[in-house]
Structure formats: C-alpha cells, structure tokens
C-alpha cells in the first residue's frame, strides 16, 4: 500500500481546520485566512515548520479544486472588497467589545467567546441604507499566540540541557502557570495542554494549547525553575506566617 504524502490533504473539512476556519469561506474572508494561515506556517517563522506549510498549501488546492478555480488563483474580486472582522487570539478567547471600519465609519460589535475564523457576526443596522451586515471574522496571530481551528500555538524558552535530559518546566500560557514534562530526546518538541484552546461553541469543541519547546542558552535550567516556582507560592507574607 503506497503510503500517504505528509502534506496530502483529502478532506474539505481537514482542508477548512488548516486555514483556521470553522466552515466553508469564501471571497475576501478565504483569502484572509489561507494568507494568515500560510504565513505562520512558514518554516522561517517561529512555530511554522515545512511539513504544515505543505499541509496549508495542499488545502487551498483542494479548496480552490472543488469550488472549479485554478489551484492558488485568487478568488474571482467582487465589486468592493469584503470588509472582515479581525480580532486577537485573547479577543476569540475573553469576546468583549470590537472595533469594526465600515464604508469610513467605525463600528463597534460585541464579540462572544470562542469565535472561529469564518464565522460572521451580525452588524445591526451597520450598512448605509441601514440594512444589517454580516461580516466574517478573523482571527489573526497576536501577543505570541496563534490559532488554528480550535486550537492555539505559542512558543516557550527552555535551556538546551533539560531538553537533553528531560524534567519538568513551567510555561506561562494565557490561563496562568502550567506544568509539564519533558522526555530526554524528546521530538517534536511540541507539548499539549488540553482544554486550554479556544472554549467550546456550539457544536465546536473545546481546544487545546500546543506548546513549541525553544531550545535556548538563556533559558532557565531545572534548578532555576524550581526556584521560580518555590519563590512563587512561598512568598515572604506565607514565611511569616
């Protein structure tokens, strides 16, 4: 049996999670996502490595192959470019009150928690004419974190030698302190903390955080960070008492 290509891509639904999109896209919000998507996938760029970038790249083949375009051509431009709703990974995270421009005029629109990429949020009266708009959304890679799908990427220091020898390391995520394990010689150095994604909606599920391990001569080593940690919970006012 022929194996399959690491970069192969035979699913819609595979193709729409790598463009970091809930569901089928179209026009200027499609473009939007598959341009975010492969450019933090880049090899050069941190947290991109080769084999994603082939993955994103085969999926907007594929995208562009059943909707009858020619693969990597622009989706055909309609009379005024769509505007979209970006918002930070915190902003998809916490929701909270957005700023919007629309034909010169700047909007503000309440953003729930645990928005996807290609969804559309509803603009009450937001047009001109007064009419309602439906705008897409996009999330686009801020304060170190990035998301795909359901599920965010950031990176983390750690000092070249725990990453030879394995132990346990500290990692500060947008929920706070988490702990985690390394294996000596572990690869990919790329870590799961489950559940620390984008939070359930509808019928998306909970994600999770994917942590890309950075070996570094700056990081602290195990000591260090067992020192951090007993400094952090034995504060001076815990001693005294």
Same mark, same amino acid.
């Given at each position: 049996?022929?194996?399959?290509?690491?970069? !192969?891509?035979?699913?819609?639904?595979?193709?729409?999670?790598?463009? #970091?999109?809930?569901?089928?896209?179209? +026009?200027?919000?499609?473009? %939007? %996502?598959?341009?975010?998507?492969?450019?933090?996938?880049?090899?050069?760029?941190?947290? =991109?490595? !080769?084999? *994603?970038?082939?993955?994103?790249?085969? %999926?907007? *083949?594929?995208?562009?192959?059943?909707?009858?375009?020619?693969? $990597?051509?622009?989706?055909?431009?309609?009379?005024?470019? &769509? /505007?979209?709703?970006?918002? /930070?990974? @915190?902003?998809?995270?916490? #929701? =909270?009150?957005?700023?919007?421009?629309? !034909?010169? @005029?700047?909007?503000?629109?309440?953003?729930?928690? =645990? $928005?996807?990429?290609?969804?559309?949020?509803?603009?009450?009266?937001?047009?001109?004419? =007064?009419?309602?708009?439906?705008?897409?959304?996009?999330?686009?890679?801020?304060?170190?974190?990035?998301?795909?799908?359901?599920?965010?990427?950031?990176?983390?220091?750690?000092? @070249?030698?725990?990453?030879?020898?394995?132990? *346990?390391?500290?990692?500060?995520?947008?929920? +706070?302190?988490?702990?985690?394990?390394?294996?000596?010689?572990? !690869?990919?150095?790329?870590? @799961?903390?489950?559940?620390?994604?984008?939070?359930?909606?509808?019928?998306?599920? &909970?994600?999770?955080?994917?942590?890309?391990?950075?070996?570094?001569?700056?990081?602290?080593?195990?000591?260090?960070? $067992?020192?951090?940690?007993? /400094? *952090?919970?034995? /504060?001076?006012?815990?001693?005294?008492?």
């Amino acid at each position: 049996m022929r194996a399959r290509p690491s970069s !192969e891509v035979t699913s819609l639904s595979e193709a729409w999670t790598l463009l #970091g999109l809930s569901g089928p896209a179209e +026009g200027a919000a499609l473009t %939007a %996502a598959f341009r975010a998507a492969v450019k933090s996938a880049r090899p050069d760029q941190d947290g =991109g490595d !080769e084999a *994603r970038f082939r993955k994103v790249i085969a %999926a907007w *083949r594929l995208v562009q192959a059943r909707a009858g375009q020619p693969a $990597l051509d622009a989706p055909a431009a309609s009379p005024a470019p &769509q /505007t979209v709703i970006a918002i /930070t990974p @915190r902003e998809a995270l916490e #929701g =909270g009150a957005v700023s919007v421009t629309v !034909e010169g @005029r700047t909007l503000k629109v309440q953003a729930p928690a =645990g $928005l996807r990429s290609g969804e559309h949020l509803r603009l009450k009266d937001g047009a001109a004419d =007064g009419a309602d708009l439906h705008l897409p959304v996009l999330i686009r890679a801020a304060d170190g974190l990035n998301v795909i799908g359901d599920d965010l990427y950031m990176n983390w220091p750690v000092a @070249r030698r725990l990453v030879e020898d394995g132990g *346990r390391i500290e990692i500060d995520t947008h929920a +706070g302190p988490r702990s985690a394990w390394i294996v000596a010689g572990q !690869e990919p150095l790329r870590l @799961r903390l489950r559940d620390l994604g984008l939070p359930a909606r509808g019928l998306r599920p &909970q994600g999770h955080l994917f942590v890309t391990l950075i070996p570094s001569e700056d990081a602290p080593s195990a000591a260090e960070d $067992l020192l951090v940690r007993f /400094t *952090r919970v034995w /504060t001076p006012d815990r001693l005294a008492a």
